[in-house]
């Protein structure tokens, strides 16, 4: 997604807020290799522990220092880091799945078929993947988008990024974290 985001705005400089996307996704990308090693090693723990829970003697097993350290604290954070990884996966895709698509047809097809086509994505509601269905209905026409592409198209590009950013923290990433994130 970071390089998605990061040639789109190599090829036209008035995307600023994709270039500025590409380094929060990156951000997210890091995020997500840190949860996933702090879920491997979690797991690992646990399979050795029931590798040797598995193989060993019921004496064996009687004895603290004989067990393979498996630190409650670190199963906890294993399963924190798994819950970590899953948000930060779903919301990021999420918000490249609704802020990509609309770049691009705006640079295939300019702001008049933009504005006229906008309120027809909605009809593509259950056909394509979107992972926040039930806090942010897909395709939702959302006046901060229109705002920002009319910004973008009369060359203010610090508007469009303005508006595009409030977007994505105010219609986007708020309501999919607050409504799932239990």
């Known amino acids: 997604m970071n390089a998605a985001y990061a040639n789109l705005w190599l090829d036209d400089r008035r995307f600023q807020w994709a270039g500025l996307a590409a380094f929060a996704s990156k951000q997210v990308g ?34 603290p ?18 819950k970590v990884y899953q948000m930060l996966a779903k919301k990021n895709m999420a ?7 609309l770049h691009m047809f705006y640079k295939r097809f300019g702001l008049e078929r933009f504005k006229r086509c906008l309120p027809e994505r909605q009809s593509l509601r259950g056909s394509v993947v979107w992972p926040i269905e039930a806090a942010v209905p897909f395709g939702a026409v959302q006046p901060r988008v229109m705002q920002a592409f009319e910004a ?23 309501r999919a974290i607050f409504v799932t994130a239990s």
């Open 95 to 101: 918000l490249f799945l609704d802020v990509w698509p």
């Open 30 to 63: 890091c995020g997500l290799l840190n949860a996933a090693e702090m879920i491997s090693r979690s797991n690992r723990q646990r399979n050795t522990y029931q590798q040797w829970n598995n193989t060993s003697s019921p004496l064996e097993r009687l004895s």
């Open 152 to 174: 973008i198209d009369a060359g203010n590009t610090a508007g469009g990024v303005k508006f595009l950013a409030e977007h994505e923290q105010l219609n986007v990433l708020r």
């Open 65 to 82: 220092y004989a067990s393979p350290r498996m630190p409650v604290p670190d199963q906890a954070v294993g399963e924190g880091a798994t």
